[in-house]
């Protein structure tokens, strides 16, 4: 089963001041790992490491017990701000990673299109990116990110620029997709309750310097995929009293 580990990982830019100390972290295949935290914690640098945009000063990043030595097909990225190409297609644009290992044109096309279709997009693949909403543009990257079926999907607060309902939405649709390619997936969320929908486990993180304070494995997106409504496990006493413990962790509260 495919997996990527961080071990033991610790990260300074520059010879500065340790941004991550001792972080481990592990990520297999049906496992929906999110990352909490105050701003400046970190976790947009674990992100990179686990990308392999970045690489630790020590410690180690590990696919399949391999050390990793840059980015890969098999990691996916999706970022905040869809980083779409604004002079191709829709369909292009999915199908980016596709042209570069010259994949023919009917090839790319088929790609695309089988994408768009996961991520409620069937039919735009011919119209240019800027033509497209906020909401629908974070949809194309994250179609650019499963059209090559990767083994993990990365992803740095892809809804954070949206707005409310788009946003439950589309958690909905990383959930079901989740539910149906099962890739190992790390989310970066200032969302509390994003975090406790979508994760089967969370980490939260503190700065200064950024590590893990703690670890928890939650149910709710489970529940969701076997069919009880967003609103029923939002309003459940248990998604509640979770979201107020999550809350204590991040600021570090001490529980009344
Ligand atoms: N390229 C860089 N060079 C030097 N320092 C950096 C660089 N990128 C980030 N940092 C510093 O590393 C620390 C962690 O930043 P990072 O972006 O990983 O945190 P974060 O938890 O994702 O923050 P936020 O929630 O605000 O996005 C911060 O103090 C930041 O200033």
Redesign the pocket.
């Known amino acids: 089963m495919p997996h990527l580990a961080l071990e033991s990982v610790s990260l300074r ?2 010879g ?1 001041a340790p ?1 991550l100390s001792n972080v481990s972290l592990d990520i297999a295949s049906g496992e929906f790992v999110v990352v909490v ?10 992100l ?1 490491l686990a990308a392999g945009f970045l690489h630790p000063t020590s410690g180690r990043v590990l696919v399949d017990d391999r050390p990793v030595a840059g980015p890969g097909a098999e990691r996916a990225v999706v970022f905040q701000n869809d980083a779409l190409f604004p002079w191709l297609s829709t369909a292009e644009n999915v199908a980016f990673a596709a042209r570069l290992a010259g994949a023919s044109a009917a090839e790319r096309r088929l790609q695309a299109d089988r994408a768009l279709e996961i991520v409620g997009l069937a039919g735009l693949g011919d119209r240019p990116v800027w033509q497209l909403s906020g909401g629908q543009r974070q949809r194309v990257g994250l179609a650019r990110a499963l059209a090559a079926e990767p083994d993990f999907l990365l992803m740095d ?1 892809p809804l954070g620029a949206l707005d409310a309902m788009t946003r439950e939405t589309l958690q909905d649709l990383l959930l079901q997709t989740w539910g149906r390619n099962r890739a190992g997936t790390l989310l ?1 969320t ?1 969302g509390v309750e994003e975090a406790l929908y979508l994760a089967t486990q969370i980490i939260v ?1 503190a ?1 200064g310097p ?1 590590r893990i304070i703690r670890r928890l494995d939650v149910d709710f997106g489970r529940r969701r995929l076997a069919g009880e409504s967003a609103r029923s496990i939002k309003a459940s006493p248990a998604f509640v009293e979770a979201r107020e413990d999550l809350l204590d962790s991040i600021f570090e509260r001490e529980a009344a």
């Open positions: 830019y520059d500065g941004v935290g105050r701003s400046g914690c970190g976790k947009t640098s674990l990179n607060e970066i200032h993180m700065p950024g």
